[in-house]
């Protein structure tokens, strides 16, 4: 899997927006970009993926540059449940493990 | 919402001792995963099975691991002598597999923390 570099941590307010960039700048043409996410003493959660067009679910939205090379995932309002780590993840299509780095800790505050 | 299930939550054992962790998956699922997190650290895979059989590998999964689907519900990661290093949150996930160009969902379970003294 391509490497991604991301913030190691990063701060809100609750109910404000959260933007967290992560950077791919070798990422290849097949690689799907993923997010997933680890809540305190839980396993990882998958949030949102894409692979060139901006995409919506009922946690995210996820930005992907037009290059490719980066993207950002968006909160669009923060509550104290999104206090986790948040990983950005390249992938080849189909089943494949994932490769977490260390990703970026988001702090809410109330 | 259905979800992967771990037992035991915690499991504490004496170095050299076999352990084995276990795991319900989501029941339509195919491909199942191993991972672990020593703590502090990050999320590393050991291994994926698909079909009866290992489907890939780390090197952290060595001849002391070993992974089973002893019937349609239950996978099992075994850990024959544990070592002080094995200590760690062990996660176990799943994904259905529809085909090789899906974009899978990985759903993980709860963990299990392993502590070998």
């Known amino acids: 899997d391509a490497k991604t570099t991301q913030p190691n941590s990063m701060e809100s307010n609750e109910e404000e927006p959260v933007h967290l960039p992560c950077n791919h700048s070798t990422i290849s043409g097949t690689d799907y970009i993923h997010w997933y996410r680890q809540l305190p003493s839980q396993g990882p959660e998958y949030v949102i993926h894409?692979?060139?067009s901006n995409v919506n679910n009922r946690m995210a939205s996820l930005a992907i540059a037009e290059d490719r090379k980066s993207s950002t995932l968006i909160l669009h309002r923060a509550t104290l449940r999104d206090a986790a780590v948040y990983y950005c993840?390249?992938?080849?299509?189909?089943?494949?493990?994932?490769?977490f780095g260390t990703g970026t800790r988001l702090q809410v505050f109330p | 919402e259905p979800e992967v299930t771990q037992t035991p939550s915690h499991q504490v054992t004496q170095m050299g001792q076999e352990v084995i962790l276990r795991c319900v998956p989501i029941?339509?699922?195919?491909?199942f995963y191993w991972y672990r997190q020593i703590l502090g650290q990050k999320v590393e895979f050991l291994v994926s099975f698909y079909n009866n059989e290992i489907s890939e590998k780390s090197e952290i999964f060595d001849d002391q691991f070993s992974v089973e689907r002893p019937d349609g519900s239950n996978f099992t990661l075994k850990i024959r002598s544990t070592k002080l290093e094995d200590s760690a949150m062990y996660f176990c996930?799943?994904?259905?597999?529809?085909?090789?160009?899906?974009?899978?969902?990985?759903?993980f379970g709860p963990g299990t923390r392993l502590l070998v003294l």
């Open positions: 029941s339509n699922h195919l491909y």
């Open positions: 996930a799943s994904s259905e597999l529809r085909d090789l160009m899906y974009q899978e969902t990985q759903y």
């Open positions: 993840i390249l992938r080849v299509p189909g089943p494949d493990k994932l490769i």
């Open positions: 894409g692979l060139t």
